[in-house]
């Protein structure tokens, strides 16, 4: 059995978050999360072939059971073979099953990542170059983009930032904490089958449905410690007012479709003082949300650094909350 020192595991998680800060994700070795899709994407060829959808006798309850198969398969078969991989590891040698630890954990988290894919946006916003920043944010929200102006491509930015503090931030370095790489990967599997299956179309509604309520079970006290944190990031960055986000939180995140999205974003909005949320186009379809937020100014592309900023001040929190735990532990010693 596999079971880390706690002063051991809060220093493989800080040295983590360093190494994603530092080099992010790296073009070598293949991202343990693509590896994750390929894995999905072939059970979900062999579970639920294109065209199941249509058929006419289709049935719920069957398509949710091979969703809960999908879901459970490819949780354990990641988490499983890291567990597997990191205890044969630390059976070589202890540094090398840390060494590994701390690269693993680091995949599942992309502060460096986040940033890069937002300033992408910012730069040619800031140029003056609508088509390059629709294109660049095109690949990191699901909607329609084509027509979208400077607020609308700015708010798509900020709300992705903005969720994906919880899910690419947060999440896997709370469940890093709790047991290594393992658990890290665990939750990066989650994450990933719901981005992939975990949507309320035709297809998806009942084969996704296992993948979406188990990361929405994953995510409920991470995202609700995310709005805390960017609260208090808030309150500590010049601009922005930590009383309006935290007022903001609990007047709007509630109202979000996602029991866990709307925290992380009605805290940002809160922040600035901007509204997100509202219509947005699916595949030419219009979805209209809850607005979170008051528009006390208009959407600015300097609103995405903002935003950038508060992400960052949220992992120095917690870098700094793992730094505290560390040296009570050596007190006790």
């Known amino acids: 059995m596999l079971f880390y020192h706690p002063a051991e595991i809060l220093w493989m998680v800080l040295a983590a978050m360093v190494v994603d800060w530092v080099i992010g994700d790296p073009p070598w070795p293949k991202h343990p999360v693509i590896l994750m899709g390929q894995l999905i994407k072939w059970l979900e060829a062999r579970l639920y072939p294109p065209g199941t959808e249509m058929?006419?006798?289709?049935?719920?309850?069957?398509e949710r059971l091979r969703g809960i198969i999908l879901t459970v398969t490819t949780v354990v078969v990641s988490s499983g073979l890291m567990y597997a991989l990191i205890t044969a590891l630390y059976m070589v040698h202890p540094w090398v099953g840390r060494v590994a630890n701390v690269w693993f954990i680091s995949t599942t988290i992309a502060f460096k990542g986040l940033k890069?894919?937002?300033?992408?946006?910012?730069?040619?916003?800031?140029?003056?170059?609508?088509?390059?920043?629709?294109?660049?944010v095109g690949y990191i929200v699901g909607r329609d983009t084509a027509g979208l102006d400077e607020p609308e491509i700015t708010r798509a930015a900020v709300e992705t930032v903005a969720e994906n503090t919880v899910d690419a931030a947060v999440s896997p370095l709370f469940f890093a904490l709790l047991g290594g790489a393992p658990l890290a990967i665990l939750y990066r599997a989650t994450n990933t089958l719901d981005s992939m299956v975990g949507y309320r179309n035709e297809r998806y509604r009942d084969f996704g449905w296992a993948s979406a309520r188990l990361d929405d079970l994953l995510n409920l006290l991470p995202a609700r410690l995310t709005a805390l944190l960017l609260v208090l990031a808030a309150w500590l960055t010049p601009g922005l007012s930590g009383k309006r986000s935290l007022r903001s939180v609990r007047s709007f995140a509630a109202l979000h479709p996602s029991p866990n999205s709307g925290y992380p974003e009605s805290a940002v909005a809160g922040a600035m003082g901007v509204q997100l949320g509202g219509r947005n186009v699916y595949g030419g379809t219009v979805s209209q949300r809850a607005v979170m937020g008051w528009a006390l100014m208009p959407l600015r592309r300097s609103h995405i650094r903002s935003t950038v900023k508060l992400l960052y001040i949220t992992g120095y929190f917690i870098a700094g909350g793992v730094l505290c735990a560390i040296a009570i532990q050596a007190g006790w010693k």
């Open 55 to 62: 058929a006419q006798a289709r049935s719920p309850r069957r």
């Open 116 to 136: 890069d894919a937002a300033m992408q946006v910012y730069r040619p916003l800031a140029e003056g170059n609508l088509a390059e920043a629709r294109k660049w």
